[in-house]
């Protein structure tokens, strides 16, 4: 199949090929920024934030939060008097955090769904081909015709879903990943919010 594919961005449907290839690149960049950023750069000891902020030490409690989102939240709940105030600063931030720790996530699943369609559109485009000039042609030329036309778009959708499915797959588990980092942030903000009560 290796074969049939390195093949296929000399034939009729390269165009196709080569398109859905740029999609995965930038499907590739959105998973190694992504991934770099949600394992790597944003690790923290959430029970060493949290000790901190139970102390009142908001300057430490921001320090070991570091470059995580949760950080921008402990500044700006820790600098409310009140409560109430702490939970309305870190509201006000909390629509950029969410923002910032979701960037991009959402160009997966269009990945996803656009080298599934380009795929698709490359199958129409070898049909196309294969079908048209048919009637002037001779046997040996309609079998060549014909088997160019329907190896490229058979090869195209191939290509379109083994780009597509691992771009959907990678969606999911980012945006799940995403979705619990915004969880600890919110467990944060909570702790800042409390601390302020006493």
Do not use: Q
Not at 46 to 71: K, L, M, T, V
Not at 119 to 141: H, K, N, R
Not at 169 to 179: G, I, N
């Amino acid at each position: 199949m290796l074969d049939e594919l390195i093949k296929g961005f000399s034939g009729p449907g390269a165009a196709f090929m080569y398109v859905i290839t740029a999609v995965l690149a930038l499907g590739l960049a959105v998973v190694l920024e992504r991934a770099w950023l949600y394992w790597l750069r944003w690790r923290i000891d959430a029970a060493a934030i949290s000790g901190r902020i139970s102390e009142g030490d908001y300057d430490a409690a921001e320090g070991a939060a570091g470059a995580h989102p949760s950080a921008r939240l402990i500044r700006a709940g820790s600098v409310a008097g009140s409560s109430d105030g702490a939970w309305d600063a870190m509201g006000t931030e909390a629509a950029l955090v969410e923002t910032t720790i979701r960037a991009r996530v959402t160009y997966l699943a269009m990945v996803g769904n656009v080298a599934t369609m380009l795929g698709l559109l490359g199958t129409v485009y070898g049909l196309i081909f294969a079908f048209s000039g048919l009637d002037a042609a001779s046997a040996v030329e309609r079998t060549a015709r014909l088997s160019e036309g329907i190896g490229a778009a058979m090869v195209t959708t191939a290509w379109g879903l083994i780009v597509g499915i691992p771009a959907l797959a990678a969606h999911a588990l980012l945006d799940s990943k995403a979705a619990r980092l915004l969880a600890r942030c919110e467990s944060i903000a909570a702790a800042v919010a409390l601390s302020k009560r006493s």
